[in-house]
T-cell receptor, first 116, second 111 residues
Framework: DVKVTQSSRYLVKRTGEKVFLECVQDMDHENMFWYRQDPGLGLRLIYFSYDVKMKEKGDIPEGYSVSREKKERFSLILESASTNQTSMYLC??????WGAGNQPQHFGDGTRLSIL | AQSVAQPEDQVNVAEGNPLTVKCTYSVSGNPYLFWYVQYPNRGLQFLLKYITGDNLVKGSYGFEAEFNKSQTSFHLKKPSALVSDSALYFCAVGGFQKLVFGTGTRLLVSP
């Protein structure tokens, strides 16, 4: 079974802090994704990566950056945390460098982040 | 651009009755369609997908989905609901490099 592990289940930070969310997958998947999930809005794509050191903006990249130095690890960075970034963050991975749209994504259990 | 719509925020059904969770999609070209389930405080779990072939797709936990090209729909179904099926369900459509998710439908199965 594919395992996607997010480093923290719950995290509390203060406004202005730089926050790192880590995600590791163990199935040698090319593609990795970061989403945020908010009630009534579903999942919104922040950033994704289809290869090491590659990144693509999703639908809501403002205020975030990402890093993918190794194939199995994809980090989401909140450069200067704000209260409107309080949310559930989900990491996912999938096979297939091209045509990722026909592959199922495998999700971690999420990080519930609160910014005070 | 691809999009999906889940017209119901919540679906209520009694245990043992059939259930349907609705999804409609909009794509140019052939659609890649997915259903996921999310239990409380967990990530999304993949249930099933339609890429091509039979219009009735079978998935995990006894779920199936019916692809209807003329109605651009991909409804999730189960012949007999269980209380343990209560969860949040997401429909998704595949684009070139990513999936686009619906806003989710909460399924509540009462004993």
């Amino acid at each position: 079974d594919v395992k996607v592990t997010q480093s923290s289940r719950y995290l509390v930070k203060r406004t202005g802090e730089k926050v790192f969310l880590e995600c590791v997958q163990d199935m040698d998947h090319e593609n990795m994704f970061w989403y945020r999930q908010d009630p009534g809005l579903g999942l919104r794509l922040i950033y994704f990566s289809y290869d090491v050191k590659m990144k693509e903006k999703g639908d809501i990249p403002e205020g975030y950056s990402v890093s993918r130095e190794k194939k199995e690890r994809f980090s989401l960075i909140l450069e200067s945390a704000s209260t409107n970034q309080t949310s559930m963050y989900l990491c996912a991975s999938s096979l297939g460098r091209w045509g990722a749209g026909n592959q199922p994504q495998h999700f971690g259990d999420g990080t519930r982040l609160s910014i005070l | 651009a691809q999009s999906v719509a889940q017209p119901e925020d919540q679906v209520n059904v009694a245990e043992g009755n059939p259930l349907t969770v609705k999804c409609t999609y909009s794509v140019s070209g052939n659609p890649y369609l997915f259903w996921y389930v999310q239990y409380p405080n967990r990530g999304l779990q993949f249930l099933l997908k339609y890429i091509t072939g039979d219009n009735l797709v079978k998935g995990s936990y006894g779920f199936e989905a019916e692809f209807n090209k003329s109605q651009t729909s991909f409804h999730l179904k189960k012949p007999s609901a269980l209380v343990s099926d209560s969860a949040l369900y997401f429909c998704a459509v595949g684009g070139f490099q990513k999936l686009v998710f619906g806003t989710g439908t909460r399924l509540l199965v009462s004993p």
